[in-house]
């Protein structure tokens, strides 16, 4: 299950304004799961010149919060650079009624220089390790979702959909492969136009277990996407709505809310996550 969540929240910023034009993105969505109302997601993007900041709340609802509590709370920042978010820190709380998680990673430069998950994971002995090579160049799960316009294109052109986000969560490396399906309207509160409605693929790199059946369902999952709506001004693409079919049912996040402040003051963000920086001093890189 974790698998299939973190590829719901994976899947989608760019323009560079002046400090004095910082402006906050919010985002609601309501997520289900084989058409049953599973939850709602909460989302805040503060962006100031380079810089952004981001955090958000998940909660079940109905019999899913009964059977197990589920919640959690995330948050990144980082910088606004090239066509990749450069993120410097990302945490994540997810609780249960059972037993909750955090995962803290701090990055440099696309490097991981730093990672905490408490508790440990439990060793398998078919997780495919994760070697060096594979904390370097990558991006956050949270930040994986600012999508930075190609600058020659104009914001719904289909060559938007065209790239591969490399993600690290923490435990597991992997790519999500994005193209070019089709292009749609949606009308939900507070956005009305064209979104790029963009395929996704999984390709897991290391971190993950390999003789699980859901990996090799996700592996060969050729029924998941992206739908991408556009913002004037930053030139920023964001999603309205993550769709992912899993092996119980199509998982579904789609946006109930939508809302652009052009006087949007920095976000504290949920959890305080390794300084990127301070790992580095300390010789953590790994």
């Not at 799961?33 to 380079?50: I, Q, V």
């Not at 409605?197 to 390999?210: D, E, L």
């Amino acid at each position: 299950m974790r698998l299939i969540a973190s590829a719901i929240v994976t899947l989608a910023f760019a323009g560079i304004g002046s400090l004095a034009q910082a402006q906050t993105l919010k985002v609601s969505y309501d997520i289900s799961l084989a058409g049953l109302p599973l939850g709602k997601a909460d989302l805040s993007s503060n962006f100031a010149g380079s810089k952004y900041e981001m955090e958000g709340k998940a909660k079940l609802t109905g019999l899913a919060m009964i059977l197990t509590g589920g919640r959690g709370e995330a948050s990144a920042s980082g910088t606004l650079a090239g066509t990749t978010p450069q993120s410097t820190n990302f945490a994540v709380l997810s609780k249960t009624s059972d037993n909750q998680r955090t995962v803290r990673i701090g990055l440099k430069s696309g490097r991981v220089a730093k990672v905490e998950i408490d508790p440990p994971l439990e060793p398998k002995p078919d997780r495919v390790p994760v070697k060096a090579a594979d904390k370097r160049g990558v991006v956050d799960p949270m930040s994986a979702l600012l999508m930075p316009a190609l600058e020659a294109k104009s914001l719904t052109d289909p060559a938007n959909c065209e790239r591969t986000i490399p993600v690290f969560d923490g435990a597991s490396r992997l790519d999500v492969v994005l193209s070019y399906g089709e292009t749609k309207k949606v009308d939900v509160p507070g956005y009305s136009g064209p979104v790029l409605v963009c395929n996704a693929r999984y390709v897991p790199i290391s971190g993950h277990r390999s003789e699980r059946p859901a990996t090799k369902f996700m592996q060969d999952n050729k029924d998941m996407s992206v739908w991408l709506a556009p913002v004037e001004g930053p030139r920023l693409l964001f999603p309205v709505k993550v769709s992912v079919r899993t092996m119980i049912g199509m998982g579904e996040m789609q946006a109930s809310a939508w809302s652009l402040e052009g006087d949007g003051k920095a976000a504290v963000p949920t959890r305080k996550a390794v300084r990127a920086d301070d790992a580095i001093q300390a010789g953590a890189v790994q």
